[in-house]
């Protein structure tokens, strides 16, 4: 992706990203601030029409005030004259008052006048009934709270509907007493005062009586709880144009009696939502207008002058001939410099590198003429070696096996010819022994030579890649029997050592060399006769997975730790763990033939000894070398 595309996208992602966090803070913080202020509104609205629920209380208050405070009304309750009633409260004062209720007691508290209409005009016994028993209550709230002498009173709740009530002293014009009696009046809490609220408060009102002093089972509980709380209100938008705002007004005995509802237009909210989209606008044209000037700035300062220094980069040969050229005196223009003086580093380093190499090329190529010359001379002593070692073994087998004939032959001839007249001589036992002890050293000598030769030839065939294999189907029991038959007659002059086979029937068939894999048991268990004076030998076979192992355990005198790594090496001798002397000593060479074999097939060859307590030498066969039955 070219740097011009690159900028671009990053320039446009931060530009994303701020208008991002711009629509956030425009639905999150102004959104939510004018939906905030406009819920506040709301709620006091709602306050504004329980307080004008409250002021027709206390505009009741003052009626009845005066009333109460006439003396027509004062000696009314002391004598009860017919003519008050005709001439002050006929039926077209309940009608022109807007009363429903009026009650009038004397000072023992009987009722001198007593009247309830319901809202037909029809007398309410019931009514006068709950506000006669209200006249008397002793603990009504009071109806101008804040007001020195108020009357006593408030919401009472009707099946037919809310009726507020006040109740005063009676007393003369002059405000002087006694109390000649107590005066009660009432009314209907209906659709003449929700409209005359709405008219005077110019919004839309609605009351909601309360049945039983609670709120409705059904009510939303976050209305519920805003009406439940000391602020007594609580606002729930209906959507996106209206808002309703709700309000508590209690009882005369302080009970949920009414719930006023002022119907709200949300017009701070669409102004909200106005200003935070023309701020979301103003800004996001802001910022691309922005990003587009940066943008601009960056491709005609930066980017094209670096893609101009790009190209002449890459047009360079590779003598660095020419250099590249950035005008201006910033950043950009000592990078080109920079490059330049770069570039004449890398042409004098390349001149010198390019001397080196020749240099380095003669000196290889005198080494290598050298080398080729050394290794030919090496294959030649090679070969030399081969021939030599495989003549020499020859040459030296054939008069050395003509030499252990004769000596057997001779031992043999002595015991026929000679042993007869040796034993009518003075000590014929001991001159016998002492010329059969002779024949066994010159013949002992002449096979460890023997077996020095074969061995030496047989490495020789082996390293040289020219044995001959000859291989066909063992069977694995009978290696392991045939080499403990051809090593136990070693064991006939030690009473102290058992040799032990362990090959149960049932081990597989291997197609290997018969006469190699003998060679590699029978040489391991040479070297554990040499070095085992008593205890036992084991040579013992076993599977393996889809393998052979073999394994020769001895009670010898084991192997020292330095000395197991390179207990495999050629003509490596161990110099810690030395046979007894009454034995003789190897030529080194038998193990590492063991190993050349072992790795013929594919197999390993390992040793686990501790000094004067014996070692296990294990010869292990792949499962590639088992025939299948």
Not at 38 to 46: C, K, M, P, T, Y
Not at 111 to 134: K, S, Y
Not at 542 to 547: A, C, E, L, P
Request: glycine fraction near 8%.
């Amino acid at each position: 992706m070219r740097l011009r595309r690159i900028t671009f996208i990053s320039i446009a992602i931060v530009t994303l990203v701020f208008l991002a966090i711009e629509a956030w803070v425009a639905n999150s913080v102004v959104k939510d601030g004018f939906d905030s202020l406009e819920r506040g509104l709301a709620a006091a609205e709602a306050r504004r029409v329980r307080n004008g629920v409250l002021r027709e209380i206390q505009a009741l208050d003052s009626f009845v005030w005066d009333w109460a405070s006439w003396d027509d009304t004062y000696h009314f309750a002391s004598n009860g004259n017919p003519e008050y009633i005709e001439s002050n409260l006929p039926a077209e004062t309940f009608s022109n008052q807007a009363l429903c209720a009026v009650v009038i007691t004397d000072a023992q508290g009987r009722i001198v006048f007593g009247r309830a209409l319901d809202q037909d005009g029809r007398d309410d016994g019931a009514l006068l009934a709950d506000l006669v028993a209200a006249i008397h209550q002793s603990d009504l709230p009071a109806a101008s709270p804040g007001v020195e002498e108020t009357g006593r009173g408030g919401l009472l709740l009707r099946p037919e509907g809310a009726v507020f009530f006040v109740r005063r002293e009676i007393l003369d014009s002059q405000g002087g007493g006694p109390s000649t009696g107590q005066m009660l009046m009432a009314r209907r809490l209906g659709d003449a005062v929700r409209q005359a609220l709405s008219q005077r408060l110019e919004l839309e009102v609605v009351f909601h009586p309360l049945e039983g002093g609670r709120l409705a089972p059904d009510m939303d509980g976050a209305l519920a709880a805003g009406l439940l709380s000391d602020e007594g209100t609580a606002v729930l938008p209906r959507d996106a144009g209206i808002m309703d705002a709700y309000a508590l007004v209690r009882d005369i005995q302080g009970l949920p009696g009414l719930v006023v509802q002022a119907v709200c237009d949300r017009a701070i909210s669409k102004k909200g939502r106005e200003v935070a989209h023309l701020n979301f606008m103003i800004l996001a044209s802001a910022l691309v207008a922005f990003g587009l000037l940066v943008f601009y700035l960056l491709r005609r300062k930066v980017l094209s002058r670096v893609e101009s220094l790009n190209s002449q980069v890459r047009a360079l040969d590779m003598t660095g001939a020419g250099g590249v050229h950035i005008d201006g005196r910033d950043e950009i223009a000592e990078l080109a410099r920079d490059i330049n003086a770069m570039l004449a580093q890398i042409v004098e380093s390349r001149q010198a590198l390019q001397a080196a190499h020749d240099d380095l090329e003669r000196r290889v190529a005198e080494r290598t003429t050298e080398l080729e010359e050394a290794n030919r001379e090496l294959k030649w002593l090679d070969q030399a070696k081969s021939h030599f070692l495989s003549s020499t073994s020859h040459e030296l087998r054939t008069p050395l096996t003509s030499i252990l004939g004769f000596v057997k032959l001779m031992e043999r001839t002595f015991r026929e010819s000679f042993g007869p007249s040796l034993e009518a001589c003075d000590q014929p036992s001991e001159r016998i022994a002492k010329h059969l002890q002779n024949f066994r050293i010159v013949r002992t000598e002449a096979e460890r030579l023997s077996r020095l030769i074969n061995d030496l030839l047989d490495f020789s065939k082996i390293t040289a890649g020219r044995m001959d294999w000859q291989e066909c189907d063992v069977r694995t029991d009978e290696l392991v029997r045939d080499a403990v038959a051809a090593i136990s007659g070693q064991l006939a002059g030690n009473p102290n050592l058992e040799l032990v086979a362990d090959a149960p029937a049932g081990l597989p068939v291997l197609h290997v060399s018969r006469d190699r894999i003998l060679q590699v048991l029978i040489n391991l268990l040479g070297n554990a006769v040499k070095h085992t004076e008593a205890g036992h030998i084991r040579v013992s076979a076993r599977t393996t997975g889809d393998g052979v192992e073999f394994s020769v355990e001895d009670t010898g005198i084991g192997i020292h730790p330095d000395d197991r790594e390179r207990i495999f090496e050629v003509f490596f001798q161990s110099s810690r763990a030395q046979a007894p002397s009454s034995r003789p000593v190897g030529t080194g060479l038998g193990l590492a033939i063991c190993k050349e074999i072992a790795e013929h097939y594919g197999g390993s060859i390992r040793v686990e000894s501790e000094p004067g307590r014996g070692s296990v030498f294990t010869f292990s066969l792949p499962g590639s070398l088992v025939v299948a039955s």
